[in-house]
């Protein structure tokens, strides 16, 4: 069964503060995402990624770096917290089906709370 | 088990012809999202229905909390309506929705 593990599932931060938000997937997929779902807003991307080393900006990319050390892993990086930032994050592992067609695996979802 | 098991994974349909995706839940869920996937990743809202039924264009959702489930129907399907759709949906007070796996639809001429 595919499986996508988000770390930390909560944590509260202070402006001005580094957060790092960790994904991992066993599904040996290439592409990963990062999201944010707020209210009135649904998801939206933030980063996303092709594979080890490749990192691309997504619709709302600004205040947010991300990182993919290895094909497993995939990191949203918050140098500096802003209670803006304040939401709950998704990360998703795809599994192209070819044609434009892919399933999105979603991990359980991360609440980060700026103060 | 997983809570939200959306059928089917894969759906082919003619131009001017349309179907229904649907996604059951294990449990009582408080409000349901469907999304598409474009291309890049980026999910579109759809929907969001915390009861009955809401209709834009030729998409129409429905929500029915006490028999777990929620459907979307496409009428008329064009080309551009192919992509992945999924669903998601929030149990109690986590407002933490939980994801079906996907609906990859392709619209054939």
């Known amino acids: 069964e595919a499986a996508v593990t988000q770390s930390p599932r909560n944590k509260v931060a202070v402006t001005g503060g580094k957060v790092t938000l960790s994904c991992n997937q066993t599904?040996?997929?290439?592409?990963m995402y990062w999201y944010r779902q707020d209210t009135g807003h649904g998801l939206r991307l933030i980063h996303y990624?092709?594979?080890?080393?490749s990192t691309e900006k997504g619709d709302i990319p600004d205040g947010y770096k991300a990182s993919r050390p290895s094909q497993e892993n995939f990191s949203l990086i918050l140098e500096l917290a802003t209670p803006s930032q304040t939401s709950v994050y998704f990360c998703?592992?795809?599994?192209?089906w070819g044609s434009g067609a892919e399933t999105l695996y979603f991990g359980s979802g991360t609440r980060l709370t700026v103060l | 088990g997983d809570q939200v098991e959306q059928s089917p994974s894969a759906l082919s349909l003619h131009e001017g012809t349309g179907s229904a995706l649907r996604c059951n839940f294990t449990?009582?869920?408080?409000?349901v999202q469907w999304f598409r996937k474009n291309s890049r990743g980026s999910l579109i809202n759809l929907f969001y229905?915390?009861?009955g039924t809401k209709e834009n264009g030729r998409l129409k959702s429905a929500f029915d909390s006490k028999e777990r489930y929620s459907t979307l129907h496409i009428r008329d399907a064009q080309l551009e309506d192919s992509g992945t759709y999924f669903c998601?949906?929030?149990?109690?007070?986590?407002?933490?929705?939980?994801f079906g796996k996907g609906t990859s639809l392709v619209v054939h001429p």
């Open positions: 990624s092709y594979g080890a080393g």
């Open positions: 998703a592992s795809g599994e192209d």
């Open positions: 599904n040996n997929h290439n592409n």
């Open positions: 998601a949906a929030e149990s109690g007070g986590n407002y933490k929705p939980t």
């Open positions: 449990t009582t869920m408080r409000a």
């Open positions: 229905l915390a009861s």
